[in-house]
Each structure stands twice: as C-alpha cells, then as structure tokens.
C-alpha cells in the first residue's frame, strides 16, 4: 500500500508526552506509527487509541541500529513515505547530580538517547522526506538544553539537550533549500513520569504545541526553539 495521507514517526510513543504525541497526530488525520522500546507497553498503547483511527506499531530502540534500518525498510515498504519525524524519546538520568559527581556512563546512556537517537532517525529518514519533497521534523528538547538558561547540575541532561538543539540548527541549514522544516519545541514542565507529579502542564497540551510544529506549512519556521508555540532564545 502506498499511502497519500501524512504518515508520521514518533519515538517513546508509549506513555508520557509520546503517546499524547500519538493521539493527536490520530486527531488530525495522520498515519501514525507509534514506536516504543518496550513491546508490550508499546502494544497496550495502539489498544488505548481509539479503533476508528489509523495507527500502526513497530518496537523501535532508538539506540539501536538496527532497530532504525528495519523500521526504515518496513516504513519504505508499506507507506513508500514519510511526512512527520517526532524525536520525543528521552532519559532523565542524573537529576539534582553535580557535574563533578555524575558518572561518565550516565553522560553515555542519556546522549545515547537524547541525541544520537534523534540524530540516527534524522539521518534514516529524511533521504525519503528528500525523494518525497516533504517533511516536518520536530525535536523534543528543554529549557535545560538553553545555553541562554543555562546553570549548575543536571550535566547530562543538558549537554544532550544542547547537542540535540545543535543538530536542530546544523540540520536546518543543510535543508533549508527544501521543504523539510525541522525545529526544537521544550514543552515546559510536564506531568509525566519524568516530569513528576507537581508539574503544571498536562501531556495532553505538550503534545499540541509539539504536534503544531509538526503541521506547519512551507512558509512556517525551520532551526527555531519554541516553547508555547513562540520563540525561544538557544
Ligand atoms: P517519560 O514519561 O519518562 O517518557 C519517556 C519516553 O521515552 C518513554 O516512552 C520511554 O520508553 C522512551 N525512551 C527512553 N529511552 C528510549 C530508547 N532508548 N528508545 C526508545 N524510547 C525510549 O518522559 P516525558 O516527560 O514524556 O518526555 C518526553 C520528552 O519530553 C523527552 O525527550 C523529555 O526530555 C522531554 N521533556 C520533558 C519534560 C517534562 O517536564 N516531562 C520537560 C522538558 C522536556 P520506556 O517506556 O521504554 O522507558
């Protein structure tokens, strides 16, 4: 099947911001395939959106390889396309730690997520947004990434976050000649499990600000940081 809807990515589908993500972009009519690494959470998730939409899923660890190239060949082959890329998986591992505390493997594990993961799945899946001519990419960042909002602790955190903020704008430079628009959204502080209780902020409405960037038209915004739909400083 060759699909002429929007299909879109998002990674961590499986709770939190990720799968709000999901059902918004259900809301609006896209093709959505949900990831996650954990299978049966991932699973439990697509049972959770409603039957009448259209969702499929795929296991997808971002850290892995060759997670990415068979969830490419598989998107290739059922869809022949992809419209929307949302890196939104993402590890909080070291917070209230001390930059001269915090252990090296601890900086690995959260690039390896934080960044690499968005990178790989850029550098999959935009050669087929370029075949189509099309694509939206929006990276799941923070504050914390902000050089202008920068301050002490939380290391890991916020390097990955800067690297992933860096990639935004190495990546809209390179495409800004096409019309694949890739930019960084910080949702704010939300009620997740990594955002914790006392957040203010609903996934339902992170996943909106995030999702706006993701339909966003060919005269709309590329390498920009947005936090409630306005600019940001990096
Ligand atoms: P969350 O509830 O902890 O969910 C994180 C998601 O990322 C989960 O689905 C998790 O999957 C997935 N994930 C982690 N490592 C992965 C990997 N290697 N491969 C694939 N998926 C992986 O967090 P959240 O609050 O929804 O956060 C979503 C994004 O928003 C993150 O990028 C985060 O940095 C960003 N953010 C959040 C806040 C906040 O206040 N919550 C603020 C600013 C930015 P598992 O279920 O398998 O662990």
Redesign the pocket.
């Given at each position: 099947m060759i699909s002429e809807r929007h299909v879109a990515i998002v990674?961590?589908?499986?709770?939190?911001?990720?799968?709000e993500i999901c059902k918004e972009l259900c809301r609006v009519g896209c093709l959505v395939v949900l990831?996650?690494?954990?299978e049966e959470?991932g699973r439990l998730a697509v049972d959770k959106l409603d039957h009448d939409v259209d969702v499929a899923y795929r296991r997808?660890?971002?850290?892995?390889s060759k997670d990415i190239s068979s969830l490419r060949d598989w998107i290739l082959e059922t869809f022949g396309r992809v419209d929307i890329l949302i890196?939104?998986?993402?590890?909080?591992l070291d917070e209230g730690v001390s930059v001269f505390d915090v252990d090296e493997k601890i900086m690995q594990d959260t690039l390896?997520?934080?960044f690499y993961?968005a990178f790989r799945m850029c550098r999959a899946f935009v050669p087929i947004m370029r075949q189509n001519g099309y694509g939206r990419i929006v990276n799941?960042?923070?504050?914390?990434g902000a050089i202008s909002e920068m301050s002490g602790y939380v290391a890991a955190?916020r390097i990955s976050?800067i690297a992933l903020n860096a990639l935004t704008l190495i990546m809209a430079d390179e495409l800004k000649d096409e019309n694949i628009k890739i930019n960084a959204v910080?949702?704010?502080?939300?009620?997740?499990?990594?955002?914790?209780d006392m957040?203010p902020?609903s996934?339902g409405r992170?996943a909106k600000d995030i999702v706006h960037f993701a339909l966003i038209d060919a005269k709309g915004p590329t390498g920009s940081f947005f936090r409630n739909k306005r600019p940001i400083q990096w």
């Amino acid at each position: 099947m060759i699909s002429e809807r929007h299909v879109a990515i998002v990674t961590g589908g499986n709770r939190g911001i990720g799968f709000e993500i999901c059902k918004e972009l259900c809301r609006v009519g896209c093709l959505v395939v949900l990831t996650s690494r954990n299978e049966e959470g991932g699973r439990l998730a697509v049972d959770k959106l409603d039957h009448d939409v259209d969702v499929a899923y795929r296991r997808l660890d971002v850290t892995d390889s060759k997670d990415i190239s068979s969830l490419r060949d598989w998107i290739l082959e059922t869809f022949g396309r992809v419209d929307i890329l949302i890196n939104n998986a993402g590890v909080y591992l070291d917070e209230g730690v001390s930059v001269f505390d915090v252990d090296e493997k601890i900086m690995q594990d959260t690039l390896a997520v934080n960044f690499y993961g968005a990178f790989r799945m850029c550098r999959a899946f935009v050669p087929i947004m370029r075949q189509n001519g099309y694509g939206r990419i929006v990276n799941v960042s923070s504050g914390y990434g902000a050089i202008s909002e920068m301050s002490g602790y939380v290391a890991a955190y916020r390097i990955s976050k800067i690297a992933l903020n860096a990639l935004t704008l190495i990546m809209a430079d390179e495409l800004k000649d096409e019309n694949i628009k890739i930019n960084a959204v910080c949702p704010g502080w939300v009620h997740t499990d990594m955002g914790g209780d006392m957040a203010p902020i609903s996934p339902g409405r992170a996943a909106k600000d995030i999702v706006h960037f993701a339909l966003i038209d060919a005269k709309g915004p590329t390498g920009s940081f947005f936090r409630n739909k306005r600019p940001i400083q990096w």
